[in-house]
């Protein structure tokens, strides 16, 4: 795993995408380094959660520096849990970067080629994706929560790539953030359904002891989706840290029973 995770508790710890190249930078946040108060300590990025709008506003601000960006430069997807995904201009630099701007509606995903824009996503236990085309200069962020990744977002954030910028899906770099996994992440019949029915029975482990239980592994169904759609294997990422498994660290809205805050996926061209 190439990045700078360490597990402490201690100083702030990101992970960073390993690109190699100063013309794209990336993130994806944790707990430490902000301003918010329990149960949202400390760098919750999320409005919607119940934290003070103040101390969000500021995390962000935080967030964005650490890949040279403003809270300006910000693009926020409103994220509904569908698999739709908007192209993002000039016009939309700063949608959704506070409360006095409207997110980009509809969308849980967003890519552009425009520098400097940062395109994010939030995520607590969701897997928070970030797409990367050095060919064709073009970025994306996407999230994935079970009703994303079975209505195909991690394709549909591909196919908008390659309409929009003629990105091709073998030029695609992606990275999967910390996210709950199969470790934690216990469904029903009503997920594991559409989930099968998607993917196979591959990514759903059943739970002899509990009948009708199954453990998914979102980031597999991810994997079958992006590899079909034509990204390489070695272009995938999966940074393999469990929200649920580090709450002491990042948020888990399953392990923290809905009283949490986000971390922030964020990607920008130089
Ligand atoms: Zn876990």
Redesign the pocket.
Same mark, same amino acid.
């Not at 946040?29 to 902000?34: H, L």
């Not at 430069?73 to 739709?84: I, N, T, Y």
């Not at 948020?251 to 922030?264: F, I, V």
């Given at each position: 795993m190439r990045t700078n995770w360490t597990g402490s508790a201690g100083d702030p710890v990101w992970i960073r995408p390993d690109w190699s190249t100063d013309r794209v930078r990336g993130i994806f946040s944790f707990r430490e380094g902000g301003v918010s108060d329990a149960p949202y300590q400390s760098l919750n990025v999320g409005y919607h959660v119940g934290d003070d709008a103040a101390a969000v506003t500021e995390n962000r601000r935080r967030c964005a520096e650490k890949i040279g960006a403003t809270l300006e430069d910000l693009v926020v997807p409103e994220q509904v849990h569908g698999a739709g995904v908007a192209v993002v201009t000039e016009a939309h630099r700063g949608r959704g970067s506070t409360p006095a701007f409207p997110p980009i509606p509809g969308v849980d995903g967003v890519v552009s080629n425009v520098p400097g824009l940062t395109l994010t996503i939030m995520a607590a236990d969701c897997v928070p994706m970030l797409f990367y085309d050095a060919t064709a200069g073009v970025i994306g962020a996407a999230h994935s929560g079970w009703r994303g990744t079975v209505s195909h977002i991690s394709r549909e954030v591909l196919r908008t790539m390659s309409e929009a910028f003629s990105s091709r899906p073998e030029d695609v770099d992606v990275w999967l953030g910390p996210s709950?996994?199969r470790? &934690?992440y216990e469904v029903d019949e009503r997920v594991a359904q559409p989930v099968a029915e998607s993917f196979g029975h591959g990514p759903l482990l059943p739970r002899h002891a509990r009948p009708g239980k199954y453990l998914l592994s979102l980031q597999a169904c991810i994997r079958m989706d992006l590899q079909s759609a034509g990204v390489s294997e070695e272009h995938i990422h999966d940074v393999g840290v469990?929200t649920? &498994?580090h709450t002491h660290v990042l948020y888990s809205h399953r392990a923290e029973h809905g009283r949490t805050g986000r971390l922030l996926g964020a990607i920008r061209l130089a």
């Amino acid at each position: 795993m190439r990045t700078n995770w360490t597990g402490s508790a201690g100083d702030p710890v990101w992970i960073r995408p390993d690109w190699s190249t100063d013309r794209v930078r990336g993130i994806f946040s944790f707990r430490e380094g902000g301003v918010s108060d329990a149960p949202y300590q400390s760098l919750n990025v999320g409005y919607h959660v119940g934290d003070d709008a103040a101390a969000v506003t500021e995390n962000r601000r935080r967030c964005a520096e650490k890949i040279g960006a403003t809270l300006e430069d910000l693009v926020v997807p409103e994220q509904v849990h569908g698999a739709g995904v908007a192209v993002v201009t000039e016009a939309h630099r700063g949608r959704g970067s506070t409360p006095a701007f409207p997110p980009i509606p509809g969308v849980d995903g967003v890519v552009s080629n425009v520098p400097g824009l940062t395109l994010t996503i939030m995520a607590a236990d969701c897997v928070p994706m970030l797409f990367y085309d050095a060919t064709a200069g073009v970025i994306g962020a996407a999230h994935s929560g079970w009703r994303g990744t079975v209505s195909h977002i991690s394709r549909e954030v591909l196919r908008t790539m390659s309409e929009a910028f003629s990105s091709r899906p073998e030029d695609v770099d992606v990275w999967l953030g910390p996210s709950i996994r199969r470790c &934690c992440y216990e469904v029903d019949e009503r997920v594991a359904q559409p989930v099968a029915e998607s993917f196979g029975h591959g990514p759903l482990l059943p739970r002899h002891a509990r009948p009708g239980k199954y453990l998914l592994s979102l980031q597999a169904c991810i994997r079958m989706d992006l590899q079909s759609a034509g990204v390489s294997e070695e272009h995938i990422h999966d940074v393999g840290v469990c929200t649920a &498994c580090h709450t002491h660290v990042l948020y888990s809205h399953r392990a923290e029973h809905g009283r949490t805050g986000r971390l922030l996926g964020a990607i920008r061209l130089a």
